[in-house]
């Protein structure tokens, strides 16, 4: 078997130093009733190389995958073009074989990637300081629900309605079990983004406020007038992004007073891969930092004074306080926040704002050929590079019907809101540099066709 | 030449010997091959970049809201050549399974296949939006059935859920399984009673879910002590976390009772299954009475680390806990079609989910990993995969025992990782030294100071896939290094000399965190 390197010769030599007659006399803490004879009934035994490379790309090749289509969809994950180089360094051994860095002597490599890392990511979401991540941006979420409780003493969370309902759901399965009270109610398709309701509701018992920027069905919501009555009341505001290319168009959650930023990284250098692996962003202003969540890497120096990074304030975490921790979590998502890192290095400011820019041209574009379509309202008044339009009829049937026809149109809203029927009739589209203008009146052309 | 300690730092250690390091001074601060990099915040500029794309028009139309951003975010780019540069230089600096033995004990640093990189890139899996109409996913969605297939059957289970994105949230996902199974029965027990040995993502993941945790005691020989256990189950214990085989590398060979012992109180017994892979092929939880368990797939399935993640922790469930699984999740319908079971169809097909733990339907990346190192093993290669780990753990263990103290030596064959404590050092060295002269050796230290029921813990977890030769080189640089530390050479303190770094002060770093990169004064 071709990971395993011992030789029956070894396995003897080995047994003989040990002193035990086999290697199934070394199970022999387990009792006998639970011990397998041999290998598991009905299950295959091993196979080549070349065997099991045919049987995962006869999976693949089952699958429509976006580059082979016109393809528009978003709502939390987004298509952009990953740079060669980002894979390729990746997929470094050094870097991609490693551990956590607990051993920093030998480690500087991961370290040193995760602190420029927190640092982009504080920038780019507005905050002091960003830690080294999180699973995904839903679960970034609840994990800034929990600390703004730790921070606030108050356990009312409201969330406004432009929440990805799965982050929604997320938060929800979470305070039924933490007993916090969760306000929420789905989105109406409308522009606004509901702020005046959001704001009357804030009180003094809420902890936090929850608001997607953009939101999911692509509007840009007024955080700056949320965080000020947030604040009013002694509550944070929790901003959740999504989409950070937005952030190299419009301004960051921090600048607008945003507490606790967190998001999903997925967009810069991680790709699309069905859902996960993704990149949990997380960051917040200097003085809560004793209370976030997760692994934190922090500057300091070696013991002949060379400038080192290392993991720290480790006193927050699982393995050192146990039930007191701020967090369980223990393995993040370090290659991907490493390959976010290099694709953000590799754009730069002058590169993030280029590519935001053109995702907003060609959403533009999108956005007016499809409102132009009989049948076919835009919903949004702002945007970025996703928006909402509304069609007659159940959007998913729409997307089902342009899929046959090789278009993947973008996400009808029923199948994020299934308990939602004034829902159904929308449908989600995000346009990004990987988007051609081919492909947008490709789209154009299959909803003419199915609406006419 | 040094260079200067500009931080002011002192070092509370003596000087060291002068014919090591500091003699061959340069001008970069390289040295040969040992590449010095900064920052890219000191190399790169906000007008470089290393992607070509159109550049703004200034005039063009926005429907950003007046939302546009106006001041510099300070974000450095590089060219591609200077970005490739820079990463490949930092990575030098790191160790890894790809350069030599890292026997971290419980995190099991196996080799990653190659072939598994190659099958999760392919663009049907690498490319593809996880809210695409069904029908346009089948093989991915034939991916996860397929290895859930597999994990039931390893498990000897009756369900798993696939979603939770590592072991931690594995860990969670099972006790609210647990959680919800006694609430539908209007049960309200407070309290999860884990070992003092746990992995602290246990008693972590308890109090998180809201639970009061309480410590069970552990025998002499590394063991839950059954009947201290049994005394404490009531109508308040909702149920106990156990890591079988557990953090001191042993099996608990009381498992069966303990699990009917719980039951039998109402309880549930939930399973640490970060070490399954010493038992993977030859042993079904599932037999052992566990209700819930979660596999690493970066562990026993061999799916990367990434220097941090990401992690992929599927549970696998008893009948008893089935019904509460979360959403989503992968079913084959007795017609032969495949789908992910989401909210759309939860009410008819899944109506007592606890909820949703994560977006999407978790780490499809992983899954498509661990389905080709299954399969490249098969039923036959697995049961292999856990005969060599504790073939290789037996064989360290009873190679050092004569030089270090092991705790639980003399109570018979360990599993897959050997545990020694502290016992024979002479005064003044500590097993963080021990640790640090691996470093010099060109090895990656074992776990250090865990578990916690054994004094200065150093728990070693060669894996399978070590050759005999590789381990004859471990084994010999460990011995001359505890024989030292036996007879207490205080040089050991100064490890690691012959690293990037020498020894990094972490209490500097925790006592005025500089977690992000600021401009230095005189540049503003």
């Known amino acids: 078997m071709r990971y395993l390197p011992l030789t029956d010769t070894d396995r003897t030599a080995m047994l003989g130093v040990i002193g035990a007659p086999s290697v199934d006399a070394l199970f022999s803490d387990v009792p006998e009733a639970a011990r397998l004879g041999g290998p598991i009934e009905g299950l295959a035994s091993h196979a080549s190389e070349l065997a099991v490379e045919r049987h995962m790309t006869r999976l693949a090749a089952k699958n429509l995958s976006a580059g082979e289509a016109p393809f528009f969809l978003g709502a939390g994950a987004y298509r952009h073009h990953i740079p060669a180089s980002v894979d390729h360094l990746i997929q470094r051994g050094e870097f991609l074989t490693a551990y956590t860095p607990y051993q920093p002597e030998i480690a500087q490599g991961t370290l040193q990637t995760l602190f420029e890392f927190q640092s982009q990511v504080a920038r780019l979401l507005g905050c002091d300081v960003a830690n080294a991540s999180m699973y995904d941006g839903s679960t970034a979420s609840w994990e800034a629900v929990v600390m703004a409780r730790r921070i606030t003493k108050r356990g009312r969370v409201l969330i406004a309605d432009g929440l990805h309902p799965h982050y929604v759901s997320t938060i929800t399965t979470m305070a039924r079990f933490t007993r916090d009270a969760i306000q929420y109610a789905a989105p109406r398709l409308e522009a606004g983004c509901g702020e005046e309701a959001l704001i009357a509701a804030i009180d003094g018992e809420t902890s936090c406020v929850v608001v997607q920027y953009p939101d999911i069905l692509g509007r840009l919501p007024d955080l700056a007038a949320i965080a000020e009555a947030a604040h009013a009341n002694g509550a944070l505001l929790v901003a959740v992004v999504t989409e950070p290319v937005a952030l190299g168009a419009i301004r960051s959650p921090g600048e607008l007073g945003a507490d606790i930023v967190v998001g999903e990284g997925q967009s810069l250098g991680v790709g699309l891969q069905f859902g996960g692996p993704y990149l949990g962003l997380f960051a917040t202003r200097e003085k809560f930092v004793r209370q976030m969540p997760g692994r934190l890497c922090g500057e300091t120096v070696d013991a002949a004074g060379k400038r080192s990074f290392v993991l720290t304030l480790s006193t927050r975490e699982q393995h050192i306080r146990r039930e007191k921790a701020t967090s369980n979590i223990c393995t993040n998502s ?16 002058k590169g993030l704002r280029a590519l935001a820019a053109e995702n907003h041209r060609l959403a533009c574009l999108a956005a007016d050929k499809l409102a132009a379509i009989p049948g076919v309202e835009l919903v949004n008044r702002s945007f970025f590079n996703e928006f909402a339009v509304r069609i007659e009829g159940d959007a998913r049937q729409i997307v089902r019907d342009l899929a046959a026809k090789g278009v993947l149109a973008g996400v009808g809203l029923g199948r994020l809101y ?9 449908l989600l589209v995000a346009v990004t540099e990987t988007t051609t203008e081919d492909d947008i009146n490709a789209l154009v052309a299959g909803l003419q066709e199915l609406l006419a | 030449m040094n260079a200067p300690n500009r931080s002011g730092w002192k070092p509370g250690t003596p000087e060291l010997p002068e014919d090591i390091i500091d003699t061959a001074g340069t001008v970069s601060g390289n040295r040969g091959l040992a590449l010095e990099e900064k920052l890219i915040f000191e190399i790169g500029t906000s007008d470089t970049t290393g992607v070509d794309l159109p550049e703004p028009s200034p005039g063009a139309a926005n429907r950003l809201g007046g939302l ?20 490949t230089r930092l990575s030098r600096q790191n160790y890894a399974i790809d350069c030599g033995i890292f026997p971290l004990g419980s995190c099991t640093m196996k080799h990653n296949p190659r072939l598994n990189e190659k099958v999760a890139r392919l663009p049907g899996f690498a490319d593809i939006h996880p809210l695409q109409p069904q029908e346009t996913v089948q093989g991915a969605v034939e991916v996860m059935v397929e290895l859930a297939d597999w994990l039931i059957t390893l498990t000897g289970m009756h369900s798993v859920a696939m979603s939770p994105k590592a072991g931690a949230h594995g860990e969670l996902c099972g006790i609210l399984c647990i959680r919800a199974a006694l609430e539908a029965r209007g049960d309200s027990r407070e309290v999860i009673l884990v070992p003092e040995s746990a992995h602290g993502t246990n008693p972590a993941t308890a109090a998180f879910a809201g639970y009061r945790v309480e410590d069970i005691p552990a025998t ?14 009531g109508p308040d214990v909702a149920g106990v976390m156990i890591t079988n085989p557990n953090t001191c590398g042993l099996f608990e060979r009381d498992m069966k009772a303990i699990s009917d012992a719980v039951h039998e109180a109402g309880g549930f017994v939930y399973c640490d299954g970060a070490n399954f892979n010493a038992i993977v092929g030859r042993v079904r939880p599932g037999d052992l ?27 696998v469930l008893s009948e008893a806990l089935s019904p509460y699984a979360p959403l989503p999740y992968a079913a084959r319908y007795a017609d032969g079609t495949l789908r992910i079971v989401e909210e759309e169809v939860a009410a008819e097909e899944h109506p007592h989910a606890f909820g949703r733990m994560t977006a999407f339907h978790g780490q499809m990346g992983m899954f498509t990993r661990a389905l080709a190192y299954i399969l490249s093993h098969g039923a036959d290669g697995l049961r292999q995969v856990s005969g060599d780990a504790v073939l290789n753990a037996n064989y360290v263990l009873r190679s050092l025992q004569d030089v270090l103290d092991a705790p639980f030596g003399p109570s018979g064959p360990c599993m897959h990782e050997a545990l020694f404590s502290d016992d024979s ?35 070693i977890e060669p894996t399978e896939c070590e050759s005999k030769a590789a381990l004859d080189q471990f084994i010999a640089s460990l011995r001359s290094i505890a024989e030292r530390a036996n007879a207490g050479d205080p040089s050991l303190a100064q490890a690691p000399l012959l690293a990037p770094r020498r020894r990094v002060d972490e209490t500097a770093a925790a006592r005025k965190p500089r977690l992000a990169w600021a401009e230095p004064a005189e540049a503003l």
């Open chain 1, 334 to 349: 370090g290659l991907c926040a490493l390959a976010f890192t290099i694709h953000l290095t590799l754009l730069g400011e």
């Open chain 1, 418 to 426: 299934p308990d939602q029927p004034e829902l159904a009739g929308g």
């Open chain 2, 68 to 87: 546009e951003r106006s001041e510099a975010i300070g974000l450095p780019g590089l060219s591609e050549p200077e970005t490739v540069r820079h990463y």
């Open chain 2, 220 to 233: 002499a020989d590394g063991r839950v002590d059954l009947e201290a256990l049994t005394a404490r189950l």
């Open chain 2, 289 to 315: 009475g566990i209700d819930a368990m979660h596999i690493n797939l970066h562990k026993t399935f061999s799916t990367p680390h990434g220097g941090g993640g990401p992690g992929s922790g599927p549970v």
């Open chain 2, 425 to 459: 050092f002479a005064k003044g060295v500590s097993t963080l030294d021990v640790a640090k002269a691996l470093i010099d050796e060109g090895f990656h230290p074992m776990t250090m100071y865990f578990p916690l029921v054994v004094h200065g813990a150093m728990l």
